[in-house]
């Protein structure tokens, strides 16, 4: 598999991960940036850093959901991201930043190996969420069905099957 098809399975798979990880048990989650609250999957996977910087495009630390109005009207509300971000941890905003624009290359190793990670990650929300009869969506089971096909997820197949 090429490189670009491995980023667009990583962004696809890390969009559900990261919107599901900040959402409660019933799916429901809150804008970063505004507070507005809204089942997971009508927000949007927001980047404080921009995700055209490749180095923090899949770092939990750099991302969390937004609403539309924040993430694709305002522009992804920056400052804001960022000063809430530094309110939960300081100086936060300032070092991702740093790693954003820092330069680092993904090996293709790395890339797989992340797409690994973040699936499971997913597996363990989608569980999480579903105890509670949780609105998670066919498509985020999907997303994670899906990505099992690839080679590197085999080991895990029949125990995932189970679950999800
Ligand atoms: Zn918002």
Not at 24 to 39: H, L, V
Not at 120 to 136: D, F, K, S, W
Request: charged share 30%.
């Amino acid at each position: 598999m090429n490189r670009t098809k491995i980023k667009k399975h990583l962004d696809e798979i890390f969009s559900h991960y990261i919107r599901l990880k900040h959402a409660d048990e019933f799916g429901k989650a809150r804008c970063w940036t505004c507070d507005k609250t809204a089942p997971y999957h009508k927000l949007y996977c927001g980047h404080f850093a921009s995700r055209k910087y490749l180095p923090t495009r899949w770092d939990e630390r750099n991302c969390r959901p937004q609403c539309y109005a924040c993430n694709m009207l305002r522009g992804g509300e920056q400052w804001n991201f960022g000063k809430r971000l530094n309110k939960r941890s300081a100086g936060i905003a300032e070092r991702v930043f740093a790693e954003a624009t820092g330069g680092r290359k993904w090996t293709t190793t790395e890339l797989c190996n992340m797409v690994s990670h973040y699936r499971e990650a997913l597996v363990r929300e989608i569980r999480r969420t579903q105890r509670q009869r949780a609105g998670v969506t066919e498509t985020t089971i999907k997303v994670a069905h899906r990505h099992r096909g690839l080679a590197i997820f085999n080991q895990n197949k029949d125990r995932e099957q189970e679950v999800i």
